[in-house]
């Protein structure tokens, strides 16, 4: 039997997929149905008109304010962000009573570009896919798109590959290059809780960018994908954080990144040379939730997916409609105060599905 993906899972609304799903008749068209149910429920809690996007600020918003303090955050308290291109949606993570990381506020991007893999060179279009740390020297108040913060690409590891680029950040405006373009006004709220939290104490934040959220259903669908191997990788630091609920420490060897990992001569300097023996002991419910999930994953493989076909990257389709209602110009007006170009509007309207180049 060959499946549709649903890529439209929203976190922020509280349902999920597969409580959706089981609501809804089953068959071959269903599943086409369920992502457009699921659309229509992410409209709902996220923008719905171009005078719905609010106004750009440098400061923590009040409303935001308030969410942080009845979940027990304090503004200065260190945060944590997580990328998912497929989703097109970037989550803030901040520290609350308990010492654990809770989710703060997911966010839909505008407009992130390329394909689902990872950037290896300039020019590639490539929004970059792996674990970065960002300082206050990362952030840029004067970005020509309001304000950006830089993910520092290439990492240790990427660089050690001989991956190119530069200047691949998260910024405002709805037009990419490489990057992740969240609006104005999404990325004014972001700037100003990682800049508190930066003020606040802590050294450097966290980045985890992923090419989707690291399922075992998205896995299997992707399983054909040269970049396999390395979203599997990707996916123990995911797994620890979705456990855990703390930031995974990272490092690299053997050309790839190792997680939480102590080695008996100490941290790889060299991410390409071969890991050395490893003295950590695995962490039971980090094992547990990988042995589900591959036993998930390998139920699912035995299907048949159509994985999505990307011309050049995507659009939160809550941001989707509002380019398909009122037109590139009109939606360019509203989410950027410098009116920056929508980047390439008809592949952000290109259906993943289709598979269309």
């Not at 003020?199 to 985890?208: E, I, M, R, Y």
């Amino acid at each position: 039997m060959t499946l549709r993906m649903s890529i439209f899972a929203s976190h922020s609304s509280g349902l999920s997929l597969p409580n959706i799903l089981n609501q809804i008749a089953q068959g071959w068209q269903s599943l086409r149905w369920v992502t457009l149910a699921v659309v229509a429920v992410l409209l709902s809690g996220c923008v719905q008109s171009l005078d719905g996007l609010g106004e750009a600020s440098h400061d923590i918003p009040p409303k935001l304010l308030a969410s942080m303090r009845a979940k027990g955050m304090k503004p200065e308290s260190p945060v944590l962000i997580r990328i998912f291109k497929m989703e097109s949606e970037l989550e803030v993570w901040k520290v609350d009573s308990s010492g654990r990381y809770a989710l703060l506020k997911t966010y839909p991007m505008c407009r992130w570009s390329g394909k689902l893999g990872p950037k290896t060179k300039t020019g590639d279009r490539q929004a970059p896919e792996g674990f970065y740390r960002v300082s206050t020297g990362g952030l840029n108040p004067k970005s020509q798109f309001y304000l950006s913060f830089n993910l520092g690409y290439p990492n240790r590891l990427e660089a050690a590959l001989g991956y190119s680029g530069e200047a691949l950040m998260v910024h405002g405006a709805c037009s990419s290059s490489g990057c992740f373009a969240l609006t104005d006004q999404g990325v004014s709220e972001i700037y100003a809780v990682v800049e508190k939290a930066l003020k606040g104490g802590q050294g450097a934040f966290q980045v985890q960018a992923y090419p989707f959220r690291m399922t075992p259903q998205n896995l299997a669908a992707h399983r054909d994908d040269p970049n396999f191997a390395f979203w599997k990788n990707l996916k123990e630091g995911y797994e620890i954080f979705e456990v855990r609920r703390r930031e995974p420490r990272v490092a690299a060897c053997g050309r790839k990144y190792v997680f939480d990992a102590e080695f008996k001569d100490g941290d790889p300097s060299d991410p390409l040379a071969a890991c050395s023996e490893r003295l950590d002991q695995s962490d039971p419910a980090v094992v547990a939730k990988s042995s589900a999930d591959k036993k998930k994953y390998q139920e699912l493989a035995a299907k048949g997916f159509t994985p999505l076909a990307y011309q050049d990257g995507g659009m939160h389709p809550s941001f989707r409609a509002l380019l398909k209602k009122n037109g590139d110009v009109k939606l360019a007006e509203k989410v950027s105060v410098i009116k920056y170009p929508i980047s390439r509007p008809a592949s952000a309207l290109a259906d993943p599905f289709d598979g269309k180049e």
